[in-house]
């Protein structure tokens, strides 16, 4: 293709999706329970994945100023340059503690985290073993690695073990998991994950990004949450989310698995180092959660009153405890106009359809903050009430 026919090639694939695209609707304001967006005043936030109510936060801003004061803006330099400051290894220290694990490595994002764990520990006499619903950095990364790779059914435990029993000649086996599927709001089954991979000599890595901070009663993650601390092996998490929800991502891990991938791990020793003042705003979040459970047992009663009474109302809702909330309303029409109506009435809640869920399983996330009121969970559920009644549902 000649430079002009590209470029028209792009220009059709826009203009062929102009009307299905979605287009992110802009906040002027900072992260909250509310919300300002170019067009809609105050709107109540239920699509943010900020669970414990820091990412606008006073508390998260006078640390990560103070961190700029101490540290400056950026290092403008990779890790293994001059790029690690006290700080670095501080929220790393601070994260192995908290977590139970031995050893932590910070990446500037938990996507980067993902995509670059997989090559640095497997080769091609080893296997991957990782379930159809985790999340597109966990494929990504395994797409860059030479091992064979097994997907088993979502949180199926007799179609792990048939992946397992097909890989058990490979010389190092790894099975990965989201310790939350975040479509669903569900948790893996870590017991009998860890029961496999015990059987069949595998390791087992988690990634928590949707559980660290609030997951389990101290907030440590699934592992807490299912009771195998000390059975998983590899833990890679976000600070994007619910730990002040700047960006950053981590790997938690024994010594020696950190240690390779501190060397080996393309996005970790080939990208810039992550921004000081986030650590020590990190820093500041893990005091947060190790002084109280507050936040976590905030949020924890926040979802259990959302979840009784948004069933009440006859949605379908998968069952469980987590403060991801999906309301499947089935047909992808159905759900964008059902959103729009809950914006028009001051709800910020977006629709989500194929691809990113299967075909006819199109719905509405929503994500419960321990920044919300019980007032605005009511607000939320009569919204829901009246636009259900609208649409005839
Ligand atoms: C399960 C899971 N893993 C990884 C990521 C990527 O995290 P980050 O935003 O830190 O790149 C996300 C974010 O959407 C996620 O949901």
Known sequence: MKVKESV??????????????????????????HVDTLH??????MCANNYLGLAGSAAMADAAKKGIDRWGFGLSAGRSLCGTQSVHRELERRLSNFLHMEDTLLYTSCFDANGGIFAALLD??????????????????IRLCKAQR???KNNNMSDLRKRLEEAKDALVKLIVTDGVFSMEGTI???????DLAEEYGALVMVDDSHATGF???????????????????????????A???????????????????????????????????ICQANVKVIDILEESTGLRDKLMDNTQYYREEIKKLGFEVPDGAHPIVPIILGDESVAAEFSQRMIDK???????????????????????SAAHSKEDLDFVISCFAKVKEEMGL
């Open 124 to 141: 091609s006499q080893d296997a991957v073993i990782s379930d159809e619903l985790n999340h597109a950095s966990i494929i990504d990364g």
């Open 346 to 368: 001051g709800v910020f809640v977006m629709s989500i359809s194929y691809p990113v869920v299967a075909k006819g399983r199109a719905r509405l996330r929503t994500q419960i």
């Open 8 to 33: 028209k090639y792009y220009k059709s694939i826009v203009e062929d999706s102009k009307n299905t695209w979605k287009r992110p609707m802009e906040v002027i304001s900072k992260q909250d329970a």
């Open 40 to 45: 809609h005043k105050g709107l109540l936030n």
């Open 150 to 152: 097994y997907i088993y």
């Open 215 to 241: 997951v389990g009663a101290h907030g440590r993650g699934t592992h807490e949450h299912c009771g195998v601390e000390g059975r998983v092996d590899i833990i890679s998490g976000t600070l994007g989310k």
């Open 188 to 194: 893996a089954s870590l017991v009998e994950i860890c």
């Open 243 to 277: 730990l002040g929800g700047a960006s950053g991502g981590f790997i938690s891990a024994s010594k020696y698995i950190v240690t390779v991938l501190r060397q080996r791990s393309r996005p970790y020793v080939f990208s810039n180092s992550l921004m000081p003042c």
